[in-house]
């Protein structure tokens, strides 16, 4: 039972690059998410998607597209890579529980944009 | 401004002591978290709590939501170094369908 799956686990970038994050989760949830970690802010939400084909912005969604084209995956992509967005990433699944949401994370991807 | 405002920011004991770490907002939620995260790691749920004026237990820690599901609690009896970690209240507001949003965490430190 692998849960949800992030790659890569660390990754550098130069001010100007793209590239994509990756998440799949083998658990058949309709939810998922993407979060930023910053030391001292918690978890920050970024996009978010309720199902295949939907997708909708979070709290902080500039510089970041996602799209939703299987229940499985929910890449996140950095279009112009930033030294802001240097931060840990973490994928999320989730269903209703019936009492709350079950959320399920990954274990993060460490990104450090130089 | 943070949607769920978490106090302290970091807390320091001694095995054996008990601790309380408050999570509080100006808004409602339909269902409010906590998870544990560990150094490299994802956030880890703890316990999910939905009625106002509800306490969960789990072993040694006890978890309330408010009375008006604007605030919470959570409180460690008899801290163990196994306790130490960043712990993260999280919720969803009665009108964001299941967008979790998260405080900024208060990190414990238990030492032996």
């Known amino acids: 039972n692998a849960g949800v799956t992030q790659t890569p686990k660390f990754q550098v970038l130069k001010t100007g690059q793209s590239m994509t994050l990756q998440c799949a989760q083998d658990?058949?949830?309709?939810?998922m998410s993407w979060y930023r970690q910053d030391p001292g802010m918690g978890l920050r939400l970024i996009h978010y998607s309720v199902g295949a084909g939907i997708t909708d912005q979070g709290e902080v969604p500039n510089g970041y597209n996602v799209s939703r084209s299987t229940t499985e995956d929910f890449p996140l992509r950095l279009l112009s890579a930033a030294p802001s967005q240097t931060s840990v990433y973490f994928c999320?699944?989730?269903?209703?529980?019936?009492?709350?949401?079950?959320?399920?994370f990954g274990s993060g991807t460490r990104l450090t944009v130089v | 401004t943070q949607l769920l405002e978490q106090s302290p920011q970091f807390l320091s004991i001694q095995e054996g002591e008990n601790l309380t770490v408050y999570c509080n907002s100006s808004s409602v939620f339909s269902s409010l978290q906590w998870y544990r995260q560990e150094p490299g790691e994802g956030p880890v749920l703890l316990v999910t709590?939905?009625?106002?004026?509800e306490v969960k237990k789990l072993k040694r820690l006890t978890f309330q939501f408010g009375d008006a599901r604007k605030d919470s609690s959570l409180h460690i009896t008899a801290a163990q170094p196994g306790d130490t970690g960043l712990y993260l209240c999280?919720?969803?507001?009665?009108?964001?369908?299941?967008?979790?949003?998260f405080g900024a965490g208060t990190q414990v430190v238990v030492t032996p």
């Open positions: 709590v939905v009625t106002g004026g």
């Open positions: 658990m058949n949830h309709e939810y």
């Open positions: 999320a699944s989730s269903y209703w529980a019936g009492e709350g949401y079950g959320y399920t």
């Open positions: 999280a919720g969803v507001t009665t009108d964001s369908w299941g967008k979790l949003q």
